[in-house]
């Protein structure tokens, strides 16, 4: 019976894997996210979801490299929700946008306490 690997052993040696130079998808995240922190829409709280996009950027970056085009087919779905999650997407931020929008005109209406009735005529 073949001997049990105890759990703190890893399947290979990450000291092993040659580190190359961060690819365009790592470059073009870090670009992103740095502009997103700066404006605060992604803080701290974000972390794991950022060190998540991280690790889709490294993986895509390798697999292009290393002309894998099934596993970047396979990378980029994933990789685009948490984008999107992050509000890295045209469409997040067109969603935040808007939302932004209706809460300010749902305020308005909210303390808009004029009937048409109220309204005064214009003089003639």
């Known amino acids: 019976m073949p ?10 040696d990450v000291a092993d894997i040659p580190r190359r130079p961060a690819g365009r998808h790592e470059q073009q995240l870090d670009r992103a996210i740095e502009h997103a922190q700066q404006s605060g829409a992604v803080d ?3 972390a794991g979801l950022v060190s998540l996009a991280r690790a ?3 993986a895509l970056d390798e697999a292009e490299a290393n002309g894998l085009p099934y596993a970047v087919a396979n990378l980029t779905p994933p990789f685009r929700e948490v984008l999107a999650e992050l509000g890295l997407t045209p469409a997040a931020r067109n969603t935040a946008n808007d939302n932004a929008l209706n809460d300010a005109l749902n305020k308005l209406l ?4 004029h009937t048409d009735a109220e309204i005064p005529k214009p003089l003639a």
């Open 3 to 12: 001997k049990k690997q105890s759990q703190n052993n890893a399947l290979f």
């Open 56 to 58: 889709n950027a490294w």
């Open 44 to 46: 701290t709280l974000d």
């Open 110 to 113: 909210a303390d808009d306490d």
